[in-house]
């Protein structure tokens, strides 16, 4: 009797395990991981768990703001090609202006913050889809990354900025590498954790969260009961705008250029590690756990399938099949928790 009570006493807590959105990429994450200490021997090497995790925060601390987006309801099509455009702003207008590094830094998260914004106020201005706006963001930033760039300095790349005033110190916070034992983590880790940390407490714990969730899942609804609509969905759009922003920081000072027609296509990518993570495209319902863990499949299998040897052009094909297997255990989780 008392084996059968225990069984009947874990039911609610396995039910509210499997009804969680990160469920699913919790155990993609297992399942890849195990297939590639199983058949690659380099991804088995602990020294390479830094270039592994490395490459999964790059997308991690994109992904993340981009999934609080998808649950807040909206897309952002330009995230990819903002991460660019703030490289870019800070180091053109340091080297245009011979300014301190540090300057052009605070320019550019004013710009990449206010891109954010505008993206906010037009949807809500103009009432057009967010896919049709951050659709034409993109255009526009992929245009004046490459004939701004091309106007200063003539080629398609930034200038060599690390001779300038503030680049030494500006590199240690958004360049910098740690060593624990055999593992080199690159700054760029602690970020992604920080940020993951921070936007779950935000989503689950706090008031700004329920409005997240409210204005994705039912605007005018949440608008009927007070929730600043406007606002929470603006703050979001700037959210994208600020992790574009780090990212853009760590790209400059990491290769101390930047090629302006680096990031297209890297906001799919996010949007898919936002998806593989538990969030659905209707918006209200998401994990920025499930979205993080997301960017480390992307990491474990970009850097597993080179271990192993495979052709990486298969790469592709793994994002078009995560894509759609995502969409379809987040609809099935969606359902569970809805029943429960």
């Known amino acids: ?99 301190n590094v540090w300057v052009g830094i605070l320019l550019a998260l004013v710009v990449s913050v206010a891109i954010g914004a505008f993206n906010g106020w037009l949807l809500l201005k103009t009432g057009l889809p967010s896919f049709l706006v951050t659709l034409g963001t993109f255009f526009i930033l992929q245009g004046v990354n490459l004939g701004v760039t091309r106007l200063l300095t003539g080629n398609v790349a930034s200038a060599d900025i690390s001779d300038m005033d503030g680049f030494a110190t500006a590199q240690k916070i958004f360049g910098s590498e740690v060593t624990l034992g055999p593992v080199n983590l690159k700054i760029t880790v602690l970020y992604w954790v920080v940020l993951t940390v921070i936007a779950a407490y935000v989503l689950l714990r706090t008031q700004m969260g329920n409005w997240v969730f409210a204005v994705g899942g039912d605007a005018a609804a949440a608008r009927a009961v007070g929730v600043p609509v406007r606002a929470t969905k603006i703050g979001l759009f700037m959210a994208v705008g600020f992790c574009a922003w780090l990212s853009g920081m760590h790209l400059l000072f990491q290769f101390n250029t930047v090629q302006s027609g680096e990031g297209v296509g890297k906001e799919f990518i996010f949007i898919i590690a936002a998806v593989i993570g538990g969030c659905l495209l209707t918006g209200g319902y998401g994990s920025v756990v499930g979205a993080s863990l997301g960017a480390l499949i992307f990491g474990m299998t970009q850097l597993g399938i080179n271990y192993a040897g495979w052709n990486p052009d298969w790469f592709r094909t793994f994002l078009g099949v995560m894509l759609l297997l995502a969409t379809l255990v987040n609809m099935y989780v969606k359902r569970r928790a809805d029943l429960r």
Not at 41 to 65: C, D, K, Q, W
């Open 1 to 99: 009797m008392a084996a059968r009570d225990d069984r009947v006493a874990t039911r609610p807590l396995a039910a509210r395990l499997l009804s969680r959105p990160e469920v699913g990429s919790l155990i993609a994450a297992i399942v890849i991981f195990l297939l590639f200490m199983a058949v690659a021997e380099p991804f088995r090497n602990v020294a390479n768990v830094g270039t592994i995790l490395y490459g999964a925060s790059t997308i991690g601390i994109m992904a993340v703001p981009v999934a609080l987006l998808m649950i807040g309801g909206e897309f952002d099509l330009s995230a990819g090609v903002a991460v660019t455009t703030s490289g870019l702003s800070a180091s053109l207008l340091a080297w245009n202006f011979g300014l």
